[in-house]
């Protein structure tokens, strides 16, 4: 069985009270419970990840090559901002997906560029909580193509 790593950026461990009217009110635990449950309909081991500094989104992006089969992202406002993890994100060969709880290209125009995306393989946004479980199906295709 395939293990995935799951990496969540800054401010998502406050997700269920955070501007809920972009987030809504699942909370990082649910979702990572949800994560789980839909990883095993595929086949999938998952590993799931959040922190809210870049070295250490970097160092957990560098561990993809020991161990995984790829990669679900939501970098958070880094998305934005992070050329280094743009660049670590581009140094693993394996599949990647970027995803966003909101529709960042219905956002502000500072959030409609996402500089991480230049690296993936495809990025799902904008479907609530439910784009963690579409990137899971997408990238379980990606695998074990
Ligand atoms: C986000 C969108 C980003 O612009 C924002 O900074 C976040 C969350 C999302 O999941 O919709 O923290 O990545």
Known sequence: MKKILIINGPNLNLLGDREKNFYGDTTLEKIQNICQTVCNKYQLECEFFQNNNEGALIDKIQSVDKGYGGIIINPAAYTHTSIAILDALRATSK???EI???NIYA????RRKSITSEAVNGVICGFGENSYSLAI???SKLIYK
């Open 95 to 97: 599949p990647k997906i």
């Open 137 to 139: 199906e997408a990238i």
């Open 107 to 110: 956002r502000e125009d500072y």
């Open 100 to 102: 966003h709880i909101s």
